[in-house]
C-alpha cells in the first residue's frame, strides 16, 4: 500500500481542464510540467498530516487499551 502511494505521484496529472487546455496549446511543456508538479507537491501536505494524525490516535487508543489490561 505505501509502496502504491509513493509510486501514484510520479503517474497521476493533476491540472484541472481548463489548466490543461491554456498550456497545452503552448508549444513547450516546460510550464505545464512545472505546473503538474507545483499541484502534486500541495497534494502531499494534507495526506501527511491526516496521516499523522491518524497514526496518533492509533497510538494513543492502542497505549490506552494497554494501560486498560494491566
Do not use: H
Request: with cysteine; charged share 15%.
Amino acid at each position: 500500500m505505501l509502496l502504491f502511494l509513493l509510486v501514484l505521484p510520479f503517474t497521476a496529472e493533476a491540472q484541472c481542464s481548463m489548466c490543461r487546455a491554456v498550456l497545452e496549446s503552448q508549444g513547450d511543456q516546460g510550464p505545464a510540467q512545472g505546473i503538474n508538479n507545483g499541484i502534486m507537491y500541495l497534494m502531499i501536505f494534507p495526506y501527511v498530516l491526516m496521516g499523522g494524525i491518524g497514526y496518533f490516535i492509533y497510538k494513543t487508543v492502542r497505549g490506552s487499551s494497554k494501560k486498560a489490561k494491566e
